[in-house]
């Protein structure tokens, strides 16, 4: 298949142009946009023009390689808010770690500083929040070098109010932070919350305070109060259980009101319960819910749907390459694989990577076939097409989402069978012409040997099958649930010599 002079030619894609100004728009104006948003080092001399040059943002930058990865939606965020709250370059420049928080997680430990008594947290204590919980409530009630005026415990205690935790709790807290020299604020802190935790979920204390413990503590700085907003969107909006919030921690830097919107505007997203997206992949939620409403409209217009959602997609989401993905889709779906990749977990792996759609290119284009995604994105030339010894995931995501059954069933099916010798396209062409023959999806799950054959030889079984001895009477096999183990054996015995692809088991 020659395709590649044709399809890498630039794409001239307006609607992926306009999502992309779309967006913008409701940042600032087109103007701005193209101004400052463009660079990390763009955005710091916007915001902070006494720096100097914009060679001094440049070099700052290169310093910390880190602010390259910050989504430039996300950075300008941040920026604004360091801004408003007055705090200098200077600062910026010494503790540049806060520049790699997200926005929530800026707002969220601002407040857990107010509501310990710091009216104006230095802006040294927010990415380094771990190491202020650290300190010893004697150090922090008694010693000079605290940031503390007042006793940070009693703070802490009344910033609970909202939790309606019992006074008994409360007092317990108080005793456990005097009972000892070495007992930390932090301490404190997971005291208090695990109790409130446990008493949302239903669950064990020292379950909830072993997970507090045992997960990265900063996922965990908030102030106390805004647990009960958080839990009413585990509970009543995403209907989590506290096992789900085990599983996946990051689910704590959700923004409830983002959230909420996203939502509602979003009953699914890529044809899965959006409520199933947060517990699979909780950061596309951490994503401003107008920037996602950009992409869903672009993957819209492309037709793309179903998706599976995946670390991927939200690395991708997070930015605004939305012209760069336009033309890229365009590509990718003039290909005989498309129905095949759309549904793949490699889809936006792909989509983010010029360089992984030239390989895949190439390997269609040597006319071997892509054996599976994974092998198509290395397009090693020596590697052997059949050298795929296990189902590969985008054929289980295609034969699921074709049958109409969980990708958990169809793969434990599969995993015995199938590894797609003759390539995706082979397994698709079979998988169509068994449907469009009338077999049922029942069938072909207790039959699907006949997935690994190639396409022409089952053709040819397939158009005389119902005259065959084998299968008299006709009308009954075709209601026998194992048809296509008699079509495997009718393939093998019409072409004894050529080389029918069957899964080593002992192997």
Aim: proline residues 5%; contains cysteine.
């Amino acid at each position: 298949m020659k395709c590649c002079g044709l399809l890498w030619k630039a794409v001239a894609n307006t609607e992926g142009i306009h999502t992309a100004h779309t967006y913008c728009q409701q940042v600032k104006n087109k103007a701005q946009y193209k101004y400052y948003l463009r660079s990390p080092y763009s955005l710091i001399h916007h915001y902070y023009k006494d720096l100097g040059t914009l060679k001094e943002a440049q070099e700052f930058v290169r310093n910390f390689p880190k602010l390259k990865k910050v989504p430039k939606f996300q950075l300008d965020h941040i920026f604004r808010l360091i801004k408003d709250d007055g705090h200098s370059w200077k600062e910026v420049e010494l503790f540049k770690e806060v520049l790699l928080l997200t926005p929530i997680q800026y707002k969220l430990r601002v407040q857990l500083l107010q509501s310990l008594s710091l009216s104006q947290p230095s802006l040294y204590h927010i990415p380094w929040m771990t190491l202020l919980m650290d300190n010893t409530v004697k150090f922090l009630r008694e010693d000079s070098k605290s940031i503390f005026k007042s006793d940070p415990v009693e703070h802490l205690i009344a910033s609970c109010t909202d939790l309606n935790l019992p006074e008994s709790t409360l007092q317990a807290a108080r005793d456990l932070s005097s009972s000892d020299d070495t007992v930390t604020l932090k301490q404190v802190f997971f005291y208090l919350l695990k109790h409130y935790l446990a008493h949302r979920f239903l669950e064990d204390t020292e379950v909830v305070g072993s997970f507090l413990y045992s997960t990265q503590a900063a996922f965990l700085w908030k102030p106390l109060y805004h647990y009960a907003v958080l839990c009413d969107l585990f509970i009543d909006s995403l209907e989590l259980s506290f096992s789900d919030v085990q599983k996946k921690p990051q689910l704590f830097y959700l923004d409830p009101e983002n959230t909420k919107e996203i939502l509602q505007k979003f009953p699914s997203i890529g044809g899965t319960p959006t409520r199933e997206v947060a517990k699979a992949v909780p950061k596309l939620l951490q994503i401003p819910a107008s920037h996602l409403v950009s992409w869903l409209r672009l993957l819209q217009k492309h037709k793309v749907h179903p998706f599976t959602c995946t670390y991927h997609t939200a690395t991708l989401f997070k930015t605004s390459l939305f012209s760069e993905v336009s033309e890229r889709l365009q590509i990718l779906k003039q290909l005989q694989e498309w129905e095949i990749i759309m549904v793949s977990d490699k889809l936006f792996e792909l989509l983010r990577s010029q360089e992984q759609i030239k390989k895949v290119l190439n390997c269609v284009e040597s006319g071997h076939g892509i054996p599976s995604l994974s092998v198509a994105m290395k397009h090693d030339q020596h590697t052997s097409r059949h050298q795929c010894r296990s189902v590969t995931p985008e054929i289980v995501s295609y034969v699921a989402t074709a049958l109409g059954l969980p990708p958990e069933q169809i793969r434990e099916v599969l995993e015995e069978e199938i590894f797609t010798p003759y390539g995706l396209m082979n397994t698709k062409a079979v998988l169509r012409m068994l449907l469009d023959y009338g077999f049922t999806r029942e069938q072909v799950v207790a039959g699907p040997m006949v997935l690994n054959m190639e396409a022409g030889v089952v053709e040819q079984v397939l158009k005389d099958l119902h005259t065959r001895p084998e299968t008299q009477p006709f009308a009954e096999w075709m209601e026998n649930p194992f048809i296509l183990h008699l079509v495997a054996y009718c393939v093998r015995k019409d072409f004894p010599h050529m080389d029918i692809h069957m899964k080593n088991k002992n192997s």
